[in-house]
Every structure is written in C-alpha cells, then in structure tokens.
C-alpha cells in the first residue's frame, strides 16, 4: 500500500469474458499516466521538492527514510492475518526467470524489503500503469523505457518496498536512475533494460544508496524456485502473500504462467492500487503481450476495490522469456493462443481477487453485479458507487442486509435506472423486486446469509441488457485502525 506521509515536523525551509475476445483484434496502446490533480490537504502537507539541490536531498535522505519509516513489517502482524486468507500455491520455477530478496533498511523492523528478478536474453515486456495524475518515480521510468524500446530485451526488475519515491520531483528520478544503473552493472545489461517499481510511503525520497550497496549480495542468492519470499518481500499492509499459477498450451507445447501481486488499501479501479509481476515461459512478442495484458487488466485488477482511493505507484508487468519451446507469436488474436489467453486471465483475477480478500480490515468477501443497465459503462459505474459506497460497507461489515443503502448508491451513479423495475437479491433471497419490497423477504433468512464471509448481491436496474461484476469487501473499525497508524 502506498500511503502519504503526515506533515513533518520541521523547519519551514525543509523541503520533502466474451467482451474481452472480441476486443483482441484491436490495438491497445500502453495506458498513459492521466487522473485528477492533487488535492489541497496533499498540497498542505508537502512542499514540492522542484528547488532541492541533489546533494542536499541526498544527505537528508537517511533521516527522512527513518522519519517517514513504512507500516510494520508483515510478521509483526502475523497474528492479524486476513480471516479471508488463502494459502500461496505451489508455483513450480518458470523457464528464465530467477529471483532473490534482500534488506536494504528501508523499514524500521528488520525484513527482507528487496527484491532482484533477472529475466532471460530476449524477454518481452510489457506494463500497464496508474492513471494518478501524480506517478511515481519508478512508474516515469518504466513507461518511457518500454516505450523507447518497445517492451523488447527486459533483463531484470528491482522492487523495494518501504518507500513509494513518489512526489520526489528531480532527485527521485535521479534515485531511480541509480537503482537501475546498479542493478544493470550486476545483470550485465543496458539500464533501460532493468524495470523498478516502489511500495510505500508518499513524499519520501528514495535512500537508493541502501538498494545498490545490497544488489551484489542479492545477485548472488539468485534462484529459479522463490516466488512465495518474492512475494513477502513487496508486502506493506498486506497480510499474507499472494500468488497464482497456471499451465497453458501454445500449439501443442506447455507453458506456464505465473505471478505474485501485493496490495491491501488504497484499492480502486484504473488499476486498483497493487503492484503486479506475471511471468511465462511463452514466447510472445511485446505488441501482442502489450495487447493481452491491457485487455485483462480491464476484467480483473480494474474490477476491484477496497477504499475508492486511486494510487501514485500501481504497476502490472507481465514478461515472457520465450524459454518454454513453444513457437513465437506475434498477434493476440492468434488462434493458438486461445489457451494462453484463457489461463492469464485467471491468472490476473486470482491475484485481484487476493487484494480484496487482503483489504485492510476486511471481514467479507463481496461479489456485486449489476444487471439490465443500458451499456456495460453504466453498469460498471453503478456497481463501483455500490462497493465503494461507506453506508454499503458498514452495514456489510455489521451483517445487516440493509438493501435500501444499495437503492441509494445505485441511485447516486448518475447512470440511468428504472425505479419500477429495480431489483435487488442478497444471494438467491429476494430483498426487493420491481421497485418494492419482496413479498417474499424474510427478515430471518437474509440475517443468516449475511453471516457467511463470502457474499453476492445482485442488482437489476431495469433499462437495458449490460451487465458488470465487481468486487469489494466490508469496511470495518480495523481499516481505521491501520490507516490511522499507518506511520505512528
């Protein structure tokens, strides 16, 4: 989770489906970084750092890493493990991919808070990226490298977690651009070649003097079989590790897909705030993977949210090696990637639906689908108000299948809705059919079902034939309580 630090406390001068394959022919341009300014609280609370000289922030960089120091590391908190948990899968090693992790110091509990992947000579890549209109440091440098270069010969990504180097200005560019040229010494390529991303607190700057000094002790524990302590190691509020894996068919040939993600809080559509690697030992060009991955990404990471807030630093990478054997393919369209196609798919939902069941102070895992809408926007629009709407999620958290709050939040999408013809179900128990009470509800029943920790409401709102899922969790006094001591 990536969060904005309190204001310091220093001196003024100091400066801190089926919708989805008919979509495949398409072109999908890599998404670009657009969204709402920053807010005046955001304003107040940080001096932007446009006038830091670089050896000045530099030399504060220690302090402000300690001062601003990220949320507890994850096995202080072993005993607070979502109660919607589920265990990390075996994943078996994927054909030119190694990892290793490492602490470098960037939090005040002692954990591992880095992370080296090295991929094969001639991996693709391919990323999609927060619409924050304030990115971070690592975002800037991923999109203008996968541009430049067009997602061709990717050797390795460095993750830290810790510290977002989000509104850093100059010097968090330059810290960036360091971490890169470290890592690209060790992997014996190019710096462009070497993708970042970073998790953590707002408005620090990047200590990446911590990261290069750790990087050659890191290459040396490089390993084919560590995707669950790759996954630990990028957690912030998360509190289990998450993965997924698949087996697919490219033209007679095996391949696998597999990935780890991180995220808790600050979930939202356009993407939920997460960081995401996928890797397969397909060969894929970086256009069609550019293509399949932005196409998924709308039917699973977009299709999330825990708190409605958008963050500086999402990032989904997916790269190919190519190491499997199975022949190259060049277009997502390819019939013989029906298979591929089918798997990362799954893939990319397991790992989104692993960030709602680790929302922060999640007790309920909820599935919302919003059926006769006009178009597939105004469904989506309409079940994103419901999930993200707090009277919604409090009744959820407290077990009261409280339908007139969904009547509310559907009503305030500002999308179109035939009141005669609204519906609601809680499950398969009717709440409210044709715009009234259902003759059928039954007081007793509805408590009952709301007791399970996996719940779906339906709703219909009576215009059209479009439909949209998507998926949320209860909003309890525990959410509270970790944003509020999210840097204390």
Known sequence: MTRSPKTPKAPKTRRNGSAAAKALGAAVKPAELVGQAVGQTLERALDPLTSVLKRAALQRADRSSRQFAGPPAPAAAAALVSPLAVPFPAIP???????????AGLYKQPREDVLLMRFAEGTS???????????SAPVDWCKRHLEGAGGESVRGLVVNAGCANAFTGRPGADAARRVAAAAAKRLDCRQRDVMLASTGVIGVLLDDAKISARLPEIEGRLSADSWQGAAQAIMTTDTFAKGAFADAQIDGVTVRIAGI??????????????LAFIATD????????????????????????????RSTNDTCLLFATGASGAPRIGRAGDRRL???????ELVMQDLAMQLVRDGEGATKFVKVTVSGAETPASARKIARTICESPLVKTAIAGEDANWGRIVMAAGRADEPLNRERLSIWFGDLAAALDG???????????SAYMKRKELEITVDVGVGRASATMWTCDLTKRYIEINGDYRS
Not at 125 to 135: D, Q, W
């Open 261 to 274: 993600a991180k995220g808790s809080g600050m979930i939202a559509p356009d993407m939920a705030t997460m």
């Open 282 to 309: 397909a060969a894929i060009s970086p256009a069609a993977l550019q293509t399949l991955l932005a196409l998924y990404v709308r039917t699973t990471f977009n299709c999330v949210t825990v708190d409605g807030d």
């Open 93 to 103: 090693p994927i054909a030119g991919v190694e990892f290793a992790t490492g602490r």
């Open 125 to 135: 890549c391919a990323g999609v990226f927060t619409r924050h209109a304030v990115g």
């Open 338 to 344: 029906a298979d591929f196609r089918e798997k990362l």
């Open 436 to 446: 009234a009470v259902a003759a059928t509800y039954d007081e007793r029943k509805m």
